[in-house]
């Protein structure tokens, strides 16, 4: 999934997007709330992780903003306020959930991995799809009980189509999930990952058909 991190302490930014990373997410950093938002207004995120007390705009404020604009992307506020009142009114103003200073990195995950499963309507982390099993705590892949292997790219477009399921996405709203704000983006790649994926899911209860000039539809196969 693409995340978006808004923290304007370069060394935990940049840990957090490592960890994120390493779990096999695409991840943008922000350091000021003003290039936070103007990532925003150019891209779209699955989850954004924001900090409180940016430079310029305040993360209240981008929270604010983005609530406004009537945007629902599931928001992980880290802040080093412990009063309940403080709490309270981030939850008002929209945020999703909170994080308190310092956390713990698996934390964080479990977290992020939280707020990913609600904002798609799924309660736990294994998501099942007739015969087709994908746990995304440990990223394991199962068909009919066996296990599928897939490298982390095809990985992730399993997640987004599953997360997707029914709708259909064109390549670049594939790579706008896959990749970060910085990555080199070339198209014709996501061909070579969905040609993969369709050879690895051949005996799953799922298929993914090309609609020419649109993009990739999850489907259930026929029969």
């Excluded at 404020?61 to 309940?84: E, H, I, N």
């Excluded at 479990?110 to 499963?117: D, S, V, W």
């Excluded at 309507?121 to 897939?150: F, I, K, M, P, S």
């Excluded at 050879?199 to 058909?209: E, F, N, T, W, Y």
Aim: glycine share 8%; charged share 30%.
């Amino acid at each position: 999934m693409r995340i978006l991190v808004v923290e304007d302490n370069r060394i935990l930014a940049d840990a957090i997007s490592q960890r994120m990373r390493k779990a096999g997410h695409g991840v943008d950093a922000a350091m000021t709330g003003l290039v936070g938002w103007e990532m925003l207004e150019a891209q779209p995120y699955d989850l954004i992780i924001l900090d409180l007390n940016l430079p310029g705009i305040s993360g209240e404020q981008l929270l604010w903003r983005l609530r406004q604009r009537q945007k629902t992307t599931p928001v992980l506020v880290l802040t080093a306020r412990d009063q309940v009142q403080d709490r309270i009114q981030l939850l008002d103003l929209g945020a999703d959930d909170y994080l308190s200073k310092p956390f713990d990195g698996g934390e964080l995950e479990a977290r992020c991995r939280a707020l990913l499963r609600r904002s798609q309507g799924q309660a736990q982390d294994v998501v099942r799809h007739g015969n087709l099993e994908l746990d995304r705590r440990t990223c394991r892949v199962r068909v009919g009980g066996e296990a599928v292997e897939l490298k982390q790219r095809e990985y992730r477009l399993l997640e987004v189509f599953l997360a997707y399921s029914g709708q259909v996405l064109s390549k670049e709203a594939l790579l706008d999930h896959l990749y970060n704000f910085d990555e080199s983006r070339n198209p014709n790649v996501i061909e070579i990952y969905v040609a993969r994926l369709r050879k690895a899911l051949v005996d799953s209860d799922l298929s993914i058909r090309t609609l020419r000039g649109l993009g990739y539809l999850l489907e259930k196969r026929n029969g």
